[in-house]
T-cell receptor, first 116, second 113 residues
Framework: GAVVSQHPSWVICKSGTSVKIECRSL??????MFWYRQFPKQSLMLMAT?????????EQGVEKDKFLINHASLTLSTLTVTSAHPEDSSFYIC????????????FGPGTRLTVT | AQSVTQLDSQVPVFEEAPVELRCNYS??????LFWYVQYPNQGLQLLLK??????LVKGINGFEAEFNKSQTSFHLRKPSVHISDTAEYFC???????????FGAGTRLFVKA
């Protein structure tokens, strides 16, 4: 089946530093990838949608200069949290939709970010 | 615009009992419907989906859901739950003319021994 991986699964970083999270579709090509943020006991909040080779589309209220998204290939998208602050601590989940395939999204296992 | 309402934030149930997790949606256009499950500290896994055809959809782990267009509902059911079914369940819709998934707030299913 379609598998999406994320790396790292958890990361701790100091306030003011940047951290990069990778999202890979392992056995299919993903023309569209999504990045979500999830707070404890809450639903997923869509941050941005990225299409391979083009700029990401950010949701209202999401700072594009803080959350840099790059979708460099059909199997890789990255989210970089720049100048991280403790309030950026969260669970970040990516998902991917296959090119021309079914409508469901395949989700990565998530990345737990803790900013100290 | 679309919205998804999961009517119960938490559902406690005893092992081997039946369970129904309720989901209603609102949309001015036709939608595709999905149920996902999330185990602690993990991503989401697709349980089942309704795209077209038969309104009764069977998914993994013994779950099924029924699409009711007149009531705009897509309730998830399982006749006999296990401890391992304890998780967060999300109902979601995608408009047929769009691609953005709209998630409900989630329902925490807690199966007790």
């Amino acid at each position: 089946g379609a598998v999406v991986s994320q790396h790292p699964s958890w990361v701790i970083c100091k306030s003011g530093t940047s951290v990069k999270i990778e999202c890979r579709s392992l056995d299919f090509q993903a023309t569209t990838m999504f990045w979500y943020r999830q707070f404890p006991k809450q639903s997923l909040m869509l941050m941005a949608t990225s299409n391979e080779g083009s700029k990401a589309t950010y949701e209202q209220g999401v700072e594009k200069d803080k959350f840099l998204i790059n979708h460099a290939s059909l199997t890789l998208s990255t989210l970089t949290v720049t100048s991280a602050h403790p309030e950026d601590s969260s669970f970040y989940i990516c998902s991917a939709r296959a090119a021309g395939g079914p409508y469901e999204q395949y989700f990565g296992p998530g990345t737990r970010l803790t900013v100290t | 615009a679309q919205s998804v309402t999961q009517l119960d934030s938490q559902v406690p149930v005893f092992e081997e009992a039946p369970v129904e997790l309720r989901c209603n949606y609102s949309s001015s256009v036709s939608v595709y419907l999905f149920w996902y499950v999330q185990y602690p500290n993990q991503g989401l896994q697709l349980l089942l989906k309704y795209l077209s055809g038969s309104t009764l959809v069977k998914g993994i782990n013994g779950f099924e859901a029924e699409f009711n267009k007149s009531q705009t509902s897509f309730h998830l059911r399982k006749p006999s739950v296990h401890i391992s079914d304890t998780a967060e369940y999300f109902c979601a819709v995608i408009p047929r003319v769009g691609f953005k998934t709209i998630f409900g707030a989630g329902t925490r299913l807690f199966v007790k021994a």
